[in-house]
C-alpha cells in the first residue's frame, strides 16, 4: 500500500467522493433511457455491462461498459491529481463498493468489473491493460463472463508484482477477494455447469 501522507479529512473526503462516483447505476440509467426495459427484471437483474447485453442492445452494453469502468477510473485520477496516490486507492476502493452496494439503490449493485477494470487501468495502466487483455481472451475461449471476470482479477496482484507496482498489491488482492466475494452466485453454477454463457438470455 502507498505511504500514508493526507490528512484523515482528505482522505475521508475522496473515501466520500470515490463511493459517490462508484454508485451512478449506469447501466439501470441508460437501460430506461433507451426504452429496453426495466434491467431489474431482465436475466439476472444485475446493472452491469452482461446483463445489459441481454436486452440485446449492443450498444447499450458498450456503452454500460465503458461508463462503469469510467467511473472507477474517474475516482482514482481525480484522487491523485488533488490529493495524492493514498487517496487515489481509497477513491478507487471506495468507488468499487459504490458499484456493488449504491445507497440509490438499497445497495443492491453490479459486481464491479467494469469498475475494477477501470480503476486497475487508471492506478497502474499496464496492469490494468493485462487484466483486460486476459478477460477478453478468456471471455473469447469460455464466452463466460463470470469465468472471465474471475481470471482477470486473480491475475491482478501477479501483474502488480510482476510489472513492478507493490504499493498497489494489496488493494489488488483486496479488490480481488470482493470479486470473488460477488461472483459467489455465478462460482456455484460454474461448478455445477449451468452459467449462462455471454448473450444468453
Not at 479529512?9 to 459517490?20: D, E, M, Q, R
Not at 447501466?27 to 427484471?41: D, I
Not at 467494469?114 to 483486460?132: D, N, S
Request: overall charge positive; some cysteine.
Amino acid at each position: 500500500m502507498p505511504l500514508i501522507e493526507s490528512a484523515a479529512t482528505i482522505l475521508l473526503l475522496w473515501a466520500v467522493i470515490g463511493y459517490l462516483l462508484g454508485s451512478i447505476p449506469f447501466g439501470l440509467v441508460l437501460t430506461k433511457a433507451m426504452g429496453l426495459g426495466n434491467l431489474r427484471e431482465i436475466g439476472s437483474g444485475n446493472i452491469g455491462t452482461t446483463n445489459v447485453l441481454r436486452t440485446g442492445s449492443k450498444a447499450a452494453a458498450a456503452a454500460t461498459l465503458i461508463l462503469d469502468g469510467g467511473k472507477g477510473a474517474a475516482a482514482v485520477l481525480l484522487a491523485r491529481f488533488l490529493a495524492g496516490e493514498d487517496a487515489a486507492q481509497l477513491a478507487g476502493l471506495t468507488a468499487f463498493l459504490g458499484h456493488c452496494f449504491p445507497v440509490w439503490l438499497k445497495f443492491q449493485g453490479g459486481k464491479g468489473v467494469a469498475t475494477f477494470l477501470g480503476l486497475m487501468l487508471a492506478l497502474a495502466w499496464p496492469v490494468g491493460i493485462a487484466c483486460c487483455l486476459i478477460w477478453v481472451a478468456s471471455a473469447a475461449i469460455s464466452r463466460i463472463s463470470s469465468l472471465s471476470a474471475l481470471i482477470a482479477a486473480l491475475s491482478a496482484p501477479l501483474w502488480c508484482y510482476l510489472m513492478g507496482y507493490p504499493s498497489v498489491i494489496l488493494l489488488a488482492v483486496l479488490l480481488t477477494a470482493l470479486v470473488f466475494w460477488r461472483h459467489g452466485g455465478n462460482i456455484n453454477r460454474l461448478i455445477s455447469g449451468n452459467e449462462p454463457r455471454i448473450g444468453q438470455k
